[in-house]
């Protein structure tokens, strides 16, 4: 049996500080390339049923197109994932402002958030397992947010070929805590990922205003383009006329997760078009935000000079549910000293299994 690997090579400077490329190898074809910077998962290199090998998620070059401003390409997004209304939220009858970035509201933490942060790395390998924790001190006011808060993010790499990214964060002070990856995912490597199959497990959603914000209570999905709870085709999905996708251009709406006992439990189920690749993720997260990449227009490539186009690739945050700072009815994300807010989510790769068994 192959032992895992974990190795770092420079990336270049963000900003004065050297970054790095860290590669987890399982030992067993699926390989993962994390930076420093952003904590970004910047490859992940998965063989197809005929063995072939090409990374699932779409890249920037080099660290100078990171740093330059992008759209959060495999970066751990906070300190607040998703939208937080008009960048402000009332905790403990105060109320905290963080920076617009967004038609007038907060996104992902603000211009200044983790995306843009310089972690520190530490890597390991226990039994069959290939690990890196990266780590980063946000402080007390940092983009708005009450309190100093340590944050953890720990990728896993195992044998079976399945990416763990196990997520830990305390503070001083009461604060909101909401981490995800934003990798950008295309298990074929087309033009677009129009013709991938998506089945989402969850039987509700949240409309959103021309915004982005949610409208009110989460929505059932039957009868609309929204239904997931079978594969459906995205092309397909993405052709009706309904208000919500045009508004959005696509996809850019989280759904409400079945309740589960607290543990993992499936959220998605994406499959190639060949079927040649097919990607689960599980989740300990109340919600899936799903984003077609509406607003990629070519502008950014990666190192072979590919170019990232609009419904290119696909993106699914499990996190909490937008806007939940300034929403008590939905799963609170408020973290108190002494606390730790932990989140785990897996993407497994059943095709490995099942090409294995063949």
């Given at each position: 049996m192959p032992r895992p690997t974990v190795h770092s090579t420079p990336f270049g400077s963000a900003h004065g500080t050297p970054t790095h490329l860290w590669t987890l190898d399982c030992g067993t074809g699926v390989t993962a390339g994390i930076l420093t910077y952003g904590a970004s998962l910047h490859r992940l290199t998965v063989p197809d049923t005929t063995g072939a090998s090409a990374s699932v998620v779409r890249s920037l070059a080099a660290v100078d197109d990171y740093t330059a401003g992008h759209p959060y390409f495999g970066a751990v997004v906070g300190r607040y994932a998703n939208r937080i209304a008009h960048g402000r939220f009332t905790l403990d009858g105060t109320t905290h402002h963080v920076p617009a970035n967004d038609r007038g509201h907060a996104l992902h933490g603000g211009p200044q958030g983790f995306h843009t942060k310089v972690w520190d790395a530490s890597a390991d390998t226990t039994g069959d397992t290939a690990s890196l924790r990266l780590t980063l001190r946000s402080p007390d006011g940092d983009m708005g947010f009450p309190g100093t808060l340590d944050a953890t993010v720990t990728y896993t790499l195992d044998g079976a070929g399945t990416l763990a990214v196990d997520y830990a964060s305390v503070t001083d002070r009461p604060t909101v805590v909401s981490l995800t990856n934003h990798a950008y995912f295309d298990l074929a490597g087309r033009d677009d990922v129009l013709g991938h199959h998506?089945?989402?497990?969850?039987?509700?959603?949240?409309?959103?205003?021309?915004?982005?914000?949610?409208?009110?209570?989460?929505a059932e999905v039957r009868g609309t383009p929204f239904d997931l709870t079978v594969p459906r085709v995205l092309a397909e999905r993405l052709g009706h006329d309904d208000g919500q996708l045009r508004a959005a251009g696509g996809f850019d709406h989280c759904?409400?997760?079945?309740?589960?006992?607290?543990?993992?439990?499936?959220?998605?189920?994406?499959i190639a078009p060949d079927a040649r690749r097919v990607m689960e993720i599980w989740t300990t997260e109340p919600g899936l935000q799903v984003y077609t990449a509406n607003q990629l227009d070519g502008e950014f490539t990666d190192a072979t000079g590919r170019r990232h186009e609009r419904h290119g690739a696909i993106c699914l945050e499990t996190q909490h549910l937008p806007d939940s700072p300034n929403r008590p009815e939905f799963p609170t994300a408020v973290l108190r000293p002494g606390d730790t807010a932990r989140s785990r989510t897996e993407l497994r790769f059943p095709h490995l299994t099942s090409s294995a068994a063949r």
């Open positions: 998506l089945e989402v497990d969850a039987d509700t959603y949240l409309p959103v205003d021309a915004d982005g914000i949610p409208q009110g209570p989460p759904w409400v997760l079945r309740a589960g006992d607290g543990g993992l439990r499936r959220a998605a189920r994406l």
